[in-house]
């Protein structure tokens, strides 16, 4: 038999049976790890993306056999554990995605092996903490708490000690709790919106646990940015975190029950005549891509795919139809814009740079790497270190592009290009970026 190496048809991703007898099977899952990783033996085109590819053909490569089979199966789980589920080796690198024959889909592989390893021991309380985002941060956001928690962050003795007994490094980038910020952006007198070819005009925009508790300004940002654009912009003030974090922790009845708290806000707002937006790429990605794969049956599921957009995505979509206000102040002068691993496997195009680049006086320089940061990778005593190390040529291009301002799409990816460089500077979000160029 011929083996094709790619396929002529588009690679697709396939529904996750997560609710499928087998899915769980400690030996159907360790079969078709073994099944997975022989192929990526073979083919190894993926080795410089994330930890989980050398830590796999180390296995290999000093086992007995040098093949997978000399590997021990109760290793294959430190394999996983350096997954974070970026997507990245799917939706850039393999060829063997469905439909072709072999069938790899090495992050929903991945996925399987967290869920399976979920059920079948319970995670650790520090794993529990910082992957329920929605409790965990308006509980350090409230009034006396916050300012307990960003002084705490700051004092040696206490970050030594949250290493030693809760497994955060003490070196960690850890995000500021801000109070919950209900005013509204500054509003325009707006005229009625006018729909373009893909959008209505109205934006919801889901604040997301980050921009809700840390980094409220960049939502504020957004808004600004689409009113000033003829958007009708709201904020969507009751729906709570995206489980994306609960996602890479395998804790796939989490997702569920994250996604049945918000779908109603969500489609409340669609019949409101409103298209949805993050600022976070993360969360978009899971309301376009991971939830509807693990509900392909939902119909409300499907209807919040098709309205969620990404920021940038919306003002290129509102450009061509020549509904995009272009009336820029500021020059930006020289950008260092980080391109986040979540937005680039939206295959929706570089439109942050796109639409920077309009700005006049302005020259992107675009980086697609991976900033380290990936979730509460870069913040666990025993990733810390390689979330550094992956960092490391995000941070040297930002360095050597000599920049005025630097950013990325993740405004977490943007705190850790900031902790990587350390010389006192901040990363700023293309959103916030676009607001200073309208002078706004
Ligand atoms: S999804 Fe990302 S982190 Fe996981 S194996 Fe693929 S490239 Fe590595
Ligand atoms: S995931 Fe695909 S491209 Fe990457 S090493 Fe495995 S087979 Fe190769």
């Given at each position: 038999m011929t083996i094709k190496e790619g396929s002529l048809e588009a690679p697709r991703r396939e529904p996750i049976d997560w609710q499928d007898a087998d899915f769980h099977d400690r030996d159907a899952v360790d079969a078709e790890l073994a099944r997975v990783f022989d192929v990526c033996h073979g083919c190894r085109r993926c080795v410089n993306l994330c930890e989980a590819f050398p830590t796999l053909f180390d296995l290999i490569d000093e086992s007995d056999t040098m093949e997978v089979d000399g590997v021990d199966r109760g290793d294959y789980g430190k394999v996983v554990e350096q997954c974070y589920l970026c997507d990245l080796c799917a939706e850039t690198k393999c060829p063997y995605l469905p439909p072709h024959e072999w069938r790899i889909d090495f992050p929903h592989l991945m996925l399987r092996a967290k869920a399976t390893r979920f059920k079948e021991q319970r995670p650790r309380w520090r794993d529990r903490l910082i992957t329920s985002t929605g409790l965990t941060f308006s509980t350090l956001s409230a009034p006396g708490v916050r300012q307990l928690a960003n002084g705490a962050a700051k004092l040696s003795v206490i970050r030594g000690l949250g290493e030693r007994l809760a497994g955060i490094h003490r070196d960690a980038p850890l995000p500021t709790f801000h109070g919950r910020r209900r005013r509204a952006a500054a509003r325009q007198p707006l005229d009625e919106p006018v729909a373009g070819e893909r959008t209505s005009g109205r934006v919801a925009v889901y604040a997301t646990c980050y921009g809700e508790h840390n980094d409220p300004q960049v939502v504020e940002d957004l808004l600004?940015?689409?009113?000033?654009?003829?958007?009708?912009?709201?904020?969507?003030?009751?729906?709570?975190?995206?489980?994306?974090?609960?996602?890479?922790?395998?804790?796939?009845?989490?997702?569920?029950?994250?996604?049945?708290?918000?779908?109603?806000?969500?489609?409340?707002?669609?019949?409101?005549?409103?298209?949805?937006?993050?600022?976070?790429?993360?969360?978009?990605?899971?309301?376009?891509?991971?939830?509807?794969?693990?509900?392909?049956?939902?119909?409300?599921?499907?209807?919040?795919?098709?309205?969620?957009?990404?920021?940038?995505?919306?003002?290129?979509?509102?450009?061509?139809?020549?509904?995009?206000?272009?009336?820029?102040?500021?020059?930006?002068?020289?950008?260092?814009?980080?391109?986040?691993?979540?937005?680039?496997v939206q295959a929706i195009g570089q439109r942050t740079r796109e639409f920077l680049a309009l700005v006049p006086d302005t020259e992107v320089t675009m980086i697609e790497r991976c900033s380290g940061h990936d979730g509460t990778y870069a913040v666990k005593a025993e990733t810390y270190d390689k979330a550094m190390k992956i960092a490391r040529p995000v941070v040297r291009m930002v360095r050597d592009a000599d920049a005025d301002t630097y950013g990325s799409d993740c405004p977490m990816a943007g705190r850790m290009i900031e902790h990587g460089l350390d010389d006192g500077t901040a990363a700023t979000h293309p959103i916030s970026m676009l607001r200073r160029a309208y002078g706004i």
């Open positions: 600004c940015v689409l009113r000033h654009n003829g958007i009708d912009a709201k904020r969507l003030d009751d729906a709570t975190c995206c489980a994306m974090p609960k996602l890479e922790l395998g804790d796939l009845d989490g997702v569920a029950a994250n996604k049945d708290a918000n779908l109603p806000v969500f489609l409340a707002a669609i019949d409101d005549g409103y298209d949805l937006m993050s600022i976070i790429p993360s969360c978009v990605l899971m309301y376009r891509q991971e939830i509807p794969l693990l509900f392909p049956d939902d119909e409300d599921v499907a209807r919040v795919k098709t309205a969620f957009f990404d920021p940038f995505e919306y003002l290129v979509a509102r450009r061509r139809d020549g509904l995009a206000n272009l009336d820029f102040k500021h020059p930006l002068g020289k950008v260092a814009y980080h391109a986040a691993c979540h937005q680039r």
